[in-house]
T-cell receptor
Framework: GDSVTQMEGPVTLSEEAFLTINCTYTATGYPSLFWYVQYPGEGLQLLLKATKADDKGSNKGFEATYRKETTSFHLEKGSVQVSDSAVYFCALNRDDKIIFGKGTRLHILP | DTAVSQTPKYLVTQMGNDKSIKCEQNLGHDTMYWYKQDSKKFLKIMFSYNNKELIINETVPNRFSPKSPDKAHLNLHINSLELGDSAVYFC??????????????FGQGTRLTVV
């Protein structure tokens, strides 16, 4: 069945470091891909999305590119801030079923 | 206006009780979902409804019964609560209608604690 695999956390970085969170997927067809963020005590918010191969989603300095050949959608940010500390989820949507990866907790140290 | 709202935000109850969580969306979306998030933050889809019809039921115990009186509401009723039901339950909605490009919009979650 369809699935999403993302790197285990927690990931701890210093402020202004470069961030990569890996995400790969397994799905038939061409799903849409998403990154969601969950701040402590809150629900999930959409961070960015890509709906077809080679699309790049971007928001708040975060980017991810839909790579069909490697079935990947890695999240990157050039310079993280303390306020980026949260749990990040990679997800796919196929036929209205949205499937999430297990989440990666990110800690940014000042 | 809150797009997807669920109540209550916190729910503490004893084993064996029956409880309900309500969800409403004012986005005009066709599809609504219930997700369960465990203590390790893993999100698992439980149900999805499209225009009041059940589309996905992911091997959830039949103690859990979703009810959709109209396409803006999807309530979750849980019978005979067990300790393992303790989790955060999220309601979500998406425009869908076959538009698999759509993202889901989430409520703030209901933290259920069974004691």
């Amino acid at each position: 069945g369809d699935s999403v695999t993302q790197m285990e956390g927690p990931v701890t970085l210093s402020e202004e470091a470069f961030l990569t969170i890996n995400c790969t997927y397994t799905a038939t067809g061409y799903p849409s891909l998403f990154w969601y963020v969950q701040y402590p005590g809150e629900g999930l918010q959409l961070l960015l999305k890509a709906t077809k191969a080679d699309d790049k989603g971007s928001n708040k300095g975060f980017e991810a590119t839909y790579r069909k050949e490697t079935t990947s959608f890695h999240l990157e940010k050039g310079s993280v801030q303390v306020s980026d500390s949260a749990v990040y989820f990679c997800a796919l949507n196929r036929d209205d079923k949205i499937i999430f990866g297990k989440g990666t907790r990110l800690h940014i140290l000042p | 206006d809150t797009a997807v709202s669920q109540t209550p935000k916190y729910l503490v109850t004893q084993m064996g009780n029956d409880k309900s969580i309500k969800c409403e969306q004012n986005l005009g979306h066709d599809t609504m979902y219930w997700y369960k998030q465990d203590s390790k933050k893993f999100l698992k889809i439980m149900f999805s409804y499209n225009n009041k019809e059940l589309i996905i039921n992911e091997t959830v115990p039949n103690r859990f019964s979703p009810k959709s009186p109209d396409k803006a509401h999807l309530n979750l009723h849980i019978n005979s609560l067990e300790l393992g039901d303790s989790a955060v339950y999220f309601c979500a909605s998406s425009p869908s209608g076959g538009r698999a490009t759509s993202e889901a919009f989430f409520g703030q979650g209901t933290r259920l604690t069974v004691v």
